[in-house]
């Protein structure tokens, strides 16, 4: 059975930092790219930052610069530090397992943490 639990969610004031993780389990982690999604109240899931298993990155430019993806293949987790947070970053943010095989893709979801930024 394949589990992405996210952790490191909370309220943070502007400006603030947060760290989440993100642990998975039942899935060869290397072979999948991680990546943390965001939804919003009212709005459609976004993708926030993906990391590949040999560590290529891409963020949304609305992060770059204040946000790092990183992960270790070792503990099967991925971390996203957030930094410089803004009330626009209030969102759910999700653990993405994504992998794609010929004509299969598969993603694996976490149930999300909020991440509030508030003063």
């Known amino acids: 059975q394949v589990q992405l639990v996210e952790s490191g969610g909370g309220l943070v004031q502007p400006g603030g930092s947060l760290r989440l993780s993100c642990a998975g389990s039942?899935?060869?982690?290397?072979?999948?790219?991680m990546g943390w999604y965001r939804q919003a109240p009212g709005t459609q899931r976004e993708l926030v930052a993906t990391?590949?298993?040999?560590?290529?990155?891409d963020y949304l430019d609305a992060v770059k610069g204040r946000f790092t993806i990183s992960r270790d293949n070792a503990k099967n987790t991925v971390w996203l530090q957030m930094n410089s947070l803004k009330p626009e970053d209030t969102a759910v943010y999700y653990c993405?397992?994504?992998?794609?095989?010929?004509?299969?893709?598969?993603?694996?979801w976490g149930k999300g943490t909020l991440i509030t930024v508030s003063s």
């Open positions: 039942g899935i060869i982690f290397g072979a999948y790219v």
């Open positions: 993405n397992a994504h992998r794609e095989g010929g004509t299969q893709v598969v993603n694996y």
């Open positions: 990391i590949t298993g040999g560590g290529i990155i």
